[in-house]
């Protein structure tokens, strides 16, 4: 029995592959629905074969599987239980399920989940069911970094038993030694594993960025060929495509893998994008040099910046959604990227999410009492164990998030004042200040003469970020500015419920039922600040859960 939305097995026993346990011949043939499908199989030890697949349709699905192993049967298929949603993928600039119904994401980072013994993995996911994010970034190979230098109990494949030793620098300069991997030979025991947190995360309703490549390694995966990053590629397929709330994240911060070239990465995409029969969402993540967001098979962009105004930019460059999937993290760390706190993290949210992006939370505080280099390797931080959240970020991220997924549609950028300038190009900017009045075009004439540094310099320094959904909603935030009057700009001629939120103590306040453009709001004078406007008498109205997703 399945549903639709959801995975559907079929399992069938046979002998163990003779040679590789990857590249095993099994293939489905999987009518219903009013189509037919194929789809590979794959080894899961034990002498059993599976096949998985992804109904998006109710009814009887027959299936016929030939190769190493045969059989042939059926799979009944339920409709959907209104909790889950399907594959979420790219819609313009937004993200939207399978159903059609929106999602907006706020994502958190626990790199090394996979890897942490059952009781801490018990925290997190009781962290997790705190409710203020449906994503998580999470790679699939364990990851060796400060803070984080345990051994895990798996890795994904068996070690080479006649493999020549290979030699290396890891990421923290430390020559190493290896037994190479079989990617011929996956273990089993770290598979099964792994899947059941796959699970537990999708019954969450949570979004699993799954990172498939990483730098941070004294293993020896981020120095396995590119024929067995394929085959290993190839083995995850298989196993785990039929997963919907999976994303592929080809890695994280690809740009520091020093001694690979970039078509190797367009190998890596290509691979991904001709053997994933649904298409998931999939990009690659960077620390100094961006990936080039504009392939054909990359949907969304997927970055590492501080600067937070450039969702806007990014939008129109690639027309694709945009993650600020690193923006820094909450704690007290001596690294700056792990220093930020939890008011800038919550500034940070809020300056990407007003503007139509998508941002993801880390954490990473450290005990007073954990002094020694032994003390740090063991401590648990959020973002590469998991464990208990301790920030005071996650609480107002949820409450965010609930104002969001409250809104009838995804938020589209508005910029305004002189942020405008920033989208324009030169010829754009000289017919705008050609149309102004004589009086006017002095000031803005100054913008004209700025060479493209100049602006660059100028146009991403802060200015109010908004969004808007239409004529129907507009959304202000004000960030550290300290304003005690504000008039925003809405459609002419509408009126509007105008609200003053505060994103650090999490209030409301409807200041006006009757806002109108031009009209002036009074504020607290205070940092972290925003203004949403909804359109009274709307024809969007919030409560269509037909076209938004609220509970992830």
């Known amino acids: 029995m399945a549903r639709v939305y959801e995975m559907a097995e079929i399992q069938l026993k046979g002998e163990a592959p003779a040679g590789s346990q990857v590249e095993v011949d099994v293939m489905a043939e999987i009518t219903g629905g009013g189509r037919t499908l194929k789809r590979k199989g794959f080894y899961a030890g034990n002498q059993t074969y599976k096949v998985r697949f992804l109904p998006d349709k109710a009814g009887i699905y027959h299936y016929k599987v030939t190769g190493i192993v045969t059989g042939e049967g059926t799979v009944e298929v339920e409709p959907a239980d209104g909790k889950h949603h399907g594959i979420v993928r790219a819609d313009g600039t937004h993200l939207r399920h399978q159903d059609g119904t929106f999602i907006s994401t706020f994502g958190t980072t626990v790199y090394a989940l996979a890897h942490q013994p059952e009781e801490l993995t018990e925290e997190t996911f009781a962290s997790l069911e705190g409710g203020a994010f449906n994503k998580i970034r999470m790679c699939v190979f364990p990851k060796h970094y400060e803070y984080n230098k345990n051994e895990p109990a798996y890795h994904a494949f068996a070690r080479a038993e006649d493999a020549e030793q290979l030699i290396f620098y890891d990421n923290l300069g430390g020559e190493r030694s290896v037994q190479p991997f079989d990617t011929h030979r996956p273990d089993f025991d770290f598979w099964e594993t792994f899947e059941a947190k796959l699970s537990r995360l999708f019954e969450m309703g949570i979004q699993v960025d799954l990172i498939l490549f990483h730098p941070y390694d004294r293993w020896g995966h981020s120095h396995m060929t590119q024929e067995d990053n394929l085959r290993y590629l190839d083995y995850v397929l298989r196993r785990l495509a039929a997963y919907p709330n999976i994303w592929w994240s080809m890695a994280n911060e690809y740009d520091l893998f020093y001694d690979w070239k970039i078509e190797q990465w367009h190998e890596i995409e290509a691979y991904i994008s001709m053997n994933d029969p649904y298409r998931h969402l999939l990009s690659n993540h960077n620390c100094f040099l961006e990936y080039d ?204 419920r105008a609200e003053v939120i505060n994103a650090w103590d999490m209030t409301r306040e409807v200041v006006s039922e009757d806002y109108q453009m031009g009209d002036e709001i009074r504020l607290p004078g205070r940092e972290y600040v925003a203004v949403l406007l909804c359109a009274q008498h709307s024809s969007i109205s919030p409560d269509d859960s037909s076209e938004r997703v609220t509970n992830g």
């Open 293 to 496: 967001y504009g392939r054909e098979a990359v949907t969304h962009v997927s970055v590492q910046t501080r600067i937070l105004s450039r969702v806007a930019e990014l939008q129109k460059e690639f027309g694709k959604p945009v993650c600020y999937d690193e923006c820094c993290y909450e704690g007290n760390l001596k690294e700056t990227w792990g220093s930020i706190s939890a008011k800038e993290m919550v500034n940070r949210f809020w300056k990407v999410t007003v503007t139509g992006g998508y941002c993801t939370h880390g954490e990473v505080i450290l005990e007073n009492d954990i002094v020694t280099k032994k003390q740090q390797d063991d401590a648990v931080l959020w973002w590469a164990k998991g464990g208990k959240l301790k920030g005071d970020s996650p609480a107002r991220i949820k409450f965010l998030r609930e104002i969001v997924e409250s809104l009838p549609a995804p938020l589209d950028p508005y910029p305004t004042g002189l942020g405008k300038m920033a989208l324009m190009s030169g010829e754009e900017l000289s017919g705008m200040i050609n149309a102004l009045s004589e009086g006017q075009r002095g000031f803005f004439s100054v913008l004209g003469r700025m060479n493209e540094k100049e602006k660059l310099y100028h146009f991403l320094s802060e200015y109010t970020y908004a969004g808007h959904i239409g004529e129907e909603v507009y959304f202000y935030y004000l960030g550290t500015d300290c304003s005690a009057r504000f008039c925003p700009e809405a459609a002419e001629g509408k009126s509007y």
